[in-house]
């Protein structure tokens, strides 16, 4: 697989005010990586879609590690991610 244009892990999901549980932000621990907000009062949304994103890293890794490693369900993940970016459509 190429060489990834994301940021490098590990992410962190933080909310951006302490005293407010609608305002949720990922973060490498410098920089911002993305925001989220809750609408219409779904706090827990905001918060969930936060960790969500934030393991991303963690969960890319893990499934090369398993498609290396021979199991055929990650390395057809690998494999799709691969196509996809071929195509253009990873963007």
């Not at 609408?39 to 994103?53: D, P, T, W």
């Not at 991303?56 to 993940?77: L, N, V």
Request: aromatic share 8%; charged share 30%.
């Amino acid at each position: 697989m190429s060489e990834s244009k994301h940021t490098p892990g590990s992410w962190i999901a933080l909310p951006n005010d302490p005293k407010r549980d609608d305002f949720w932000r990922v973060s490498d621990g410098e920089d911002f990586i993305c925001q989220m907000f809750s609408k219409h009062g779904e706090f827990e949304n905001a918060k969930a879609n936060a960790r969500l994103i934030a393991s991303a890293p963690t969960m890319i890794a893990y499934i090369i590690k398993k498609a290396e490693a021979g199991d055929m369900e990650a390395a057809a993940i690998v494999e799709a991610a691969a196509a996809a970016k071929a195509e253009g459509r990873d963007e």
